[in-house]
């Protein structure tokens, strides 16, 4: 079993910076993603990271938030960050980690078994 909780949302303004992390107790996981959902919409990919190796990792970045955003990993913690920069206020919404045992990296929401229980990311215009 995997716990998965996320912390850092809050309200910012357009243009600003904020980072949400997930630490992650229980199994090791391999792929770890970012989601995100607006009220009224789907639950959308935004960023995911991936070990492949001892060394070697993979990530993964939904074209909107590409050059904005950047995931990274802290592998003594077990917590993986997601640094958003030049918010814009199309990116809020609850934003959800999410990880599976396996390697693959998808941009799937069904692809992850399991799910932290979100965090608000507010940015105003």
């Known amino acids: 079993q995997v716990h998965l909780v996320e912390s850092g949302g809050g309200l910012v303004q357009a243009g600003g910076s904020l980072r949400v992390s997930c630490a992650a107790s229980?199994?090791?996981?391999?792929?770890v993603a970012w989601f995100r959902q607006a009220p009224g919409k789907e639950r959308e990919f935004v960023a995911g990271h991936t070990l492949l190796g001892r060394a070697t990792t993979y990530a993964d970045y939904a074209n909107s938030v590409k050059g904005r955003f950047t995931i990274s990993r802290d592998n003594a913690k077990n917590t993986v960050h997601l640094q958003m920069n030049s918010l814009k206020p199309e990116d809020t919404g609850v934003y959800y980690c999410?990880?599976?045992?396996?390697?693959?990296?998808?941009?799937?929401?069904?692809?992850?078994?399991?799910w932290g229980q979100g965090t608000q990311v507010t940015v105003s215009s």
């Open positions: 229980g199994l090791p996981v391999n792929a």
């Open positions: 999410a990880a599976s045992l396996q390697r693959a990296l998808s941009r799937s929401p069904q692809a992850y078994d399991y």
